[in-house]
């Protein structure tokens, strides 16, 4: 098996030399994923907003001052998630770690989910001072709906990719050859590494006579 990367990134480490023999599952080569991290950190506030923003529409639709409450409770725990991810891609933008592009994305969802408490905060007294009175679409409740399994699989998707980041020995064996170094750009399709499984081999050959001894 000649062992290739799926995604791009710099290689941070290559455990294995030629001839040393592994074990399926052992971790041969490790790609930078520190990127996808930090997309992952942002994917998973931006997943607390939608689904704060979820209970908010649902307790708007209920109409009663515990469900509104309820959503005023997620709407503040999405909104304390996602300034505290502000605040880490801020730090992370000032060691150099993410992009400016990452950084405006975070104060964007961080605005968003701020707005969404706000929301929630406006339904729990309206609910208070007019319980059942309050009503939303059932439109609206999809459309949460979606943008939470939107979110979700956005999580999802990063974690993938985080995960083949990693570099795995497919079966027992013996690594046969090395073809890169830590600090080598990796790009999809490139061979890493190479595994031969020598349990069982069969050699037919031809010998010349002057060779037969």
């Not at 725990?77 to 992370?92: E, F, H, K």
């Not at 013996?174 to 190479?194: C, E, M, Y």
């Not at 081999?201 to 060779?211: F, K, Q, R, S, T």
Request: aromatic share 2%; glycine share 6%.
């Amino acid at each position: 098996a000649s062992l290739s990367s799926v995604i791009s990134g710099t290689i941070l480490a290559v455990n294995v030399q030629v001839g040393q023999r592994v074990q399926r599952g052992q971790l041969l080569v490790k790609i930078d994923d520190s990127t996808l991290r930090a997309q992952l950190q942002q994917n998973v506030a931006a997943l607390q907003s939608a689904q704060a923003r979820l209970a908010s529409t649902i307790a708007n639709s209920k109409g009663n001052v515990s469900s509104s409450t309820a959503g005023l409770q997620s709407a503040r725990i999405a909104d304390d998630a996602a300034q505290a991810n502000l605040r880490r891609q801020v730090s992370l933008f000032s060691q150099g770690y993410v992009s400016q592009a990452a950084l405006d994305q975070a104060r964007q969802e961080a605005a968003s989910a701020d707005a969404a408490l706000r929301s929630a905060e406006v339904a729990q007294q309206n609910a208070a001072l007019s319980p059942g009175t309050l009503s939303a679409a059932n439109a609206d409740v999809r459309n949460a709906q979606a943008a939470v399994a939107q979110a979700d699989a956005s999580v999802s998707f990063v974690q993938s990719q985080i995960a083949q980041s990693n570099v795995s020995a497919p079966f027992d064996g013996v690594v046969s050859a090395r073809h890169v170094d830590p600090g080598t750009l990796a790009s999809p399709g490139q061979s890493l590494v190479d595994v031969v499984q020598l349990d069982h081999v069969y050699v037919d050959l031809g010998v010349p006579a002057d060779e037969i001894g």
